[in-house]
């Protein structure tokens, strides 16, 4: 459920980053999603079996989705990288604090998505997971420190019931699993792909339609 809504929010949130950019309302909607994603993130760290291959896959999609990221925004190749890298930067520095020096020495030189920002809502989501009132005041913080960079980034604070609610299990859908049951490699791929395949689509609607 988490990811169906973060997906939903972020895509949105492109639509009003390329097309509709005369309509704030997107954006608003938009500044939902990324808290959900770097409370997934937080979730696949503790989830997965092999935190080198949960890496790899970040940073494969991130590749993979730089040429329609940039092509969708308008931007130079190498002048803005996609959510993916900063998404990468922030498994690092959940698996060691120090890595956090990667990315700051690199924000000196290039700009990922949510910038150093987007590394310290991972963190606060990691706190969040661990001990809630703890996460809501860094949360609020985070969100009023951000309305300097950006006004509308205050509305993130939209995900907080949201997380809760699913903190509190009331997003969670149980199932029954029977014998050797595995996770469809189709499911954890699909959220992946989504992310390059929306902004493709969103990049071919831009040419052809304005």
Not at 70 to 95: C, D, H, M, Q, S
Request: hydrophobic residues 55%; contains cysteine; charged residues 15%.
């Amino acid at each position: 459920m988490l990811k169906i809504i973060a997906v939903i929010t972020m895509t949105i949130d492109h639509l009003g980053a390329i097309l509709f950019i005369d309509n704030i309302v997107f954006r608003i909607i938009g500044r939902t999603s990324f808290p959900i994603f770097s409370y997934l993130i937080v979730l696949g760290v503790e989830s997965t079996r092999n935190v080198k291959n949960y890496l790899f896959r970040l940073l494969l999609f991130a590749l993979i989705s730089q040429v329609p990221f940039y092509l969708a925004l308008g931007r130079e190749p190498f002048e803005y990288f996609n959510i993916f890298f900063t998404l990468f930067f922030g498994v690092l520095f959940l698996i060691d604090e120090l890595m956090i020096l990667l990315p700051v020495c690199l924000s000196f030189f290039i700009y990922f998505d949510y910038g150093l920002y987007g590394i310290a809502m991972i963190y606060c989501m990691k706190v969040l997971k661990e001990n809630t009132k703890a996460g809501i005041v860094l949360f609020v913080l985070l969100s009023a420190f951000s309305m300097l960079i950006s006004p509308t980034q205050a509305f993130s604070l939209f995900a907080l019931p949201i997380l809760l609610l699913h903190k509190h299990g009331f997003l969670k859908i149980e199932r029954e699993i029977y014998g050797n049951n595995t996770y469809p490699t189709w499911r954890k791929y699909l959220f992946y792909v989504y992310y390059p395949l929306h902004l493709t689509m969103i990049y071919l609607a831009k040419s052809w339609f304005f």
